[in-house]
């Protein structure tokens, strides 16, 4: 598929409104899904507010945000560290996933961009351990993965 093709996609592709996602989740409830489906709210606004996401990560969800919307420097970044910060406290750490979606053109490659998020996070006051769940762990335990120990992180940021 041509990038003009995905690009003309992406555009006329219609959300998934409010009501598809809490029929989609309670579906994946009720069917058992013992790791939770992963939502990502692109638009805080528009796909899920706060107590959506609250709710949502208490049915088991995981949330995830890019973080290409709040590093320094991406060509996506529409929040700030507050924002971050506010998201993470309406889905809890236990169920907040960081991905990276960088590496586009004109955009960071994604190793800088999990350099600038755990930066970020340590910023504002999150642990180390907190810091791996968000940027890995959670993402591992959606998968069944066991997540590997890692080096301190205050040596990347």
Do not use: W
Not at 3 to 17: D, G, H, M
């Amino acid at each position: 598929m041509t990038q003009t093709r995905q690009k003309q996609i992406s555009e006329t592709a219609p959300s998934p409104t409010a009501d598809e996602i809490d029929r989609l989740l309670v579906g994946a409830v009720d069917l058992h899904c013992h790791t939770g489906p992963s939502v990502m709210p692109r638009c805080i606004d528009h796909i899920a507010a706060m107590d959506d996401m609250t709710t949502l990560a208490g049915m088991g969800a995981y949330l995830e945000h890019s973080m290409c919307m709040f590093i320094e420097g991406s060509i996506y970044q529409f929040y700030d560290n507050d924002n971050l910060r506010a998201l993470v406290e309406a889905g809890t750490i236990e169920k907040t996933i960081l991905g990276s979606d960088l590496g586009q053109n004109k955009n960071s490659l994604p190793v800088d961009g999990f350099r600038s998020v755990v930066g970020i996070c340590l910023e504002i006051d999150y642990s180390e351990e907190e810091i791996r769940r968000m940027t890995g762990g959670n993402a591992c335990e959606l998968m069944g993965l066991e997540q590997v120990r890692h080096v301190s992180l205050a040596a990347t940021a």
